[in-house]
Nanobody
Framework: QVQFVESGGGLVQAGGSLRLSCVVSGDTFNAMGWYRQVPGKERELVAAVSRGGLTSYEDFVKGRFTISMDDAKNTVYLQMDNLKPEDTAVYYC????????????WGQGTQVTVSS
């Protein structure tokens, strides 16, 4: 059974940093992404990484966030620097699409709150 266990969230002041972790068990995926969601809005992609080390970022986090994957530990990280209040959200990891279809299992997420 696949599980995504996200951790590392918390309360931080604007300009601060957090490092999120996502431990994947039950399967391996060629790529993983970090997503975030605020109440009343759709979940949005933040960044993605492939097992080959290719990364991509949404414009609103470029230069501030860094995604990485430890293949041996089957763990995905998101280093978040220079956090802004608008980064406040619940953050989730997910492979996005598998075999051309949206992967519809989500973990519990980890709450990130950035105070101004």
């Amino acid at each position: 059974q696949v599980q995504f266990v996200e951790s590392g969230g918390g309360l931080v002041q604007a300009g601060g940093s957090l490092r999120l972790s996502c431990v994947v068990s039950g399967d391996t995926f060629n790529a993983m992404g970090w997503y975030r969601q605020v109440p009343g809005k759709e979940r949005e992609l933040v960044a993605a990484v492939s097992r080959g080390g290719l990364t991509s970022y949404e414009d609103f986090v470029k230069g501030r966030f860094t995604i990485s994957m430890d293949d041996a530990k089957n763990t995905v990280y998101l280093q978040m620097d220079n956090l802004k209040p608008e980064d406040t959200a619940v953050y989730y990891c997910n492979p996005g699409f598998v075999a051309g279809r949206p992967y519809d299992y989500w973990g519990q997420g980890t709450q990130v709150t950035v105070s101004s």
